[in-house]
């Protein structure tokens, strides 16, 4: 479960403060599957770093299942965003230099977890997942050479390659088209009931938001409503 | 995958930034290892000439009143060594080697055999008796000498004409004698009350030989009538670090009327300012390698805000501050040692351009040692100039970079 507490983030900006976010508070259960929409600078992006460890808020807390993320050392939190989140980036997000199975399989690398024997199941399981996102002709592609929405993709199996507790991902589908946009949320869909794996997704697009169980609105730093989404297909 | 591949394949997708960063260190690795390799070569040759000229000694008599003319030559007649003194000085010689060496620590198995597994040939004492008398109306030396032994004593001797003596009755003139004195090959001079042949004519010694004429020991003793007599004695300690030093302070100890001086400290000084002329050569060039790392500090602190956004990523994947690290530290270890083995093969070239330069006759040496040492000099330049910008890179702000993702 992901708690947020009073959260608020403010930026000095020369001698303005700008708040980007005012109190928050949210509860999402396990495998919970919402959406955060909102126009653009209404703190939708920034919520979502805070709760993902990457941002330090600048009052309150977030816990993940009953750990308070900004009390953890640098190691702790390195470990807790690799192991327990997946994210998706807004923009393309690949390192360059590393071919499209390579760059699935960075986060196993950095969480220290392979093993000698477990080198090839990680490699199968990215084979995997770059296979359902349709991808099967591309794992020895680099960056360059996949297109935007191709690059997309990758990134977002790179986001299931630890089997994490939680998802977020700011405009996941940004890059997709119709038919693949509904391909990514159809597979969300699928690993969220089969794992229980709770998902935030972050995205301007009304109909994509409409997808999720859930649809928080976010206005000038605040969460100002909740409505019930529908089931995504 | 592990980090270290992930940072070779980053170095290997990038080229020419990992083109340029192991020629900023290659140029500077080479230069110190060409300065090594020459240095060590040239070391070498040094050690080769003090093997050849410098591990001698000189035993003249004490009190040696000799002619303002002999004086000018650095030899002296007038005043003896009696032959017969000769193994007394040979047991003092050889005895003070001993010691010297047993100071060392070193193990003598044998006479003759110093310093372990090395043999070398006992010492050569080459006895030498100088008159002076005139001949074609000029002031000339003669010399008498043990020619088997003089050959050893100065190997250098060589003949420009004819043939060394043979017999008591012929003699060998130095270069500058025979064109002063057009004296040839076949001629006869009259020395003392002899007459001599000449039978050869030795080549130029830059030494006062070429002024000289020589006979065999026992016919200028007779000629000039100092039965039992010499000079001086030149020795030779045929091992190249033998003690010679050591040895000429227990001759002069215990040898009454005899003075030795090794030839061995001109020859150290000779090396010491060789040491300190290729310590100042060093200096400059390790100043060159410090340059060359502030050069590779620099593109490697560019290359890390080119790749902010990476590094932000990686850091939001669950890269911890230390695996930034060793994942910067790993790239410098290949770049360095790019570096190295690249210096290394330019500073053995260059070695070979340059040493023959600095040195007549250098064999330039190229050991693998010097690989080792340019793989570890570029790997270290490289590591301390990544060390800032890795710690760097650990510390930038996932939010910086999750701001432009």
């Given at each position: ?193 089969e794992y229980q794996t709770t998902f935030l997704l972050v995205t301007h697009n ?28 | ?201 030795l080549k130029e010694t830059d030494s006062p030989d070429d002024y000289m004429v ?192």
């Amino acid at each position: 479960m992901i708690e947020i507490k009073d959260i608020w983030k403010i930026y000095q900006v020369g001698d303005q403060q700008i708040e980007a976010l005012k109190a928050v508070n949210l509860k999402i259960e396990k495998g919970s599957f919402i959406s955060i929409v909102g126009h653009s600078g209404s703190g939708k992006t920034t919520l979502l770093s805070i709760l993902g460890g990457l941002t330090k808020p600048s009052k309150g807390s977030v816990h993940i299942d009953g750990i308070d993320v900004w009390t953890l050392n640098d190691r702790e939190l390195s470990a807790l965003r690799n192991q327990k989140i997946g994210f998706i980036f807004q923009f393309s997000s690949l390192i360059p230099t590393l071919c499209a199975i390579d760059n699935v399989s960075l986060p196993v690398i950095y969480g220290n977890r392979v093993m000698k024997n477990d080198r090839k199941k990680v490699y199968e399981y990215a084979e995997e997942l770059l296979s359902t996102l349709g991808l099967t002709h591309k794992l020895t592609a680099f960056p360059s050479e996949l297109s935007g929405g191709q690059q997309r993709r990758v990134a977002i199996a790179r986001a299931f390659i630890n089997k994490p507790a939680i998802i977020v991902a700011d405009e996941p589908t940004g890059d997709l088209d119709m038919q693949s946009e509904n391909d990514v949320m159809e597979f969300f869909s699928r690993i969220n009931e089969e794992y229980q794996t709770t998902f935030l997704l972050v995205t301007h697009n009304l109909a994509l938001a409409r997808m999720t169980d859930k649809v928080h609105s976010m206005k000038d730093g605040m969460l100002i409503s909740a409505n019930n989404g529908g089931s995504p297909s | 995958m592990r980090i270290y591949q992930v940072a070779l394949k980053e170095i290997s997708k990038r080229k020419m930034r990992t083109i340029y960063t192991s020629f900023g260190i290659a140029v500077a690795v080479s230069m110190l290892i060409s300065v090594m390799i020459t240095a060590s070569s040239g070391q070498k040759e040094v050690f080769n000439v003090i093997a050849r000229y410098g591990h001698s000694l000189t035993i003249i008599p004490v009190d040696n009143k000799s002619s303002q003319s002999l004086k000018n030559f650095g030899i002296g007649t007038g005043t003896y060594i009696p032959e017969s003194a000769l193994p007394d000085i040979l047991n003092v010689y050889q005895e003070a080697i001993v010691a010297g060496w047993e100071k060392l620590g070193a193990l003598i198995f044998q006479e003759g055999t110093i310093g372990g597994s090395a043999a070398f040939p006992p010492p050569t004492f080459a006895p030498r008796l100088y008159e002076e008398t005139i001949i074609k109306g000029k002031d000339v030396i003669v010399g008498g000498v043990n020619l088997e032994k003089e050959l050893i004593a100065r190997f250098w001797w060589d003949i420009a004409e004819g043939r060394f003596m043979e017999h008591d009755n012929e003699v060998i003139v130095g270069k500058l004698f025979s064109t002063h004195t057009e004296t040839k090959v076949g001629d006869t001079l009259d020395v003392g009350n002899a007459k001599m042949l000449v039978t050869g004519i030795l080549k130029e010694t830059d030494s006062p030989d070429d002024y000289m004429v020589f006979t065999s020991l026992k016919t200028c003793q007779t000629i000039f009538n100092k039965q039992g007599k010499i000079s001086m004695i030149n020795v030779r300690a045929m091992c190249p670090k033998c003690p010679v030093g050591e040895a000429a302070v227990e001759i002069n100890k215990k040898i009454l009327g005899v003075r030795a001086t090794s030839q061995m400290e001109i020859a150290t000084a000779q090396s010491q300012i060789f040491q300190k002329t290729t310590a100042l050569i060093v200096s400059f060039v390790v100043a060159s390698l410090i340059i060359s790392c502030i050069g590779v500090f620099n593109i490697i602190m560019g290359s890390i805000h080119g790749r902010m956004r990476e590094i932000g990523l990686l850091k939001a994947l669950g890269a911890s501050k230390t695996q930034l690290v060793r994942f910067f530290l790993y790239e410098a270890i290949i770049i360095g040692i790019t570096g190295g083995v690249i210096g290394f093969v330019l500073g053995s070239a260059l070695s070979h351009i340059v040493g023959p330069i600095l040195f007549k006759d250098i064999v330039i040496q190229v050991s693998p040692r010097f690989l080792i040492i340019a793989v570890l000099l570029g790997t270290v330049a490289s590591v301390l100039a990544s060390i800032y910008p890795a710690l760097y890179a650990s510390k930038i702000k996932v939010t910086e970079a999750f701001k432009s993702l």
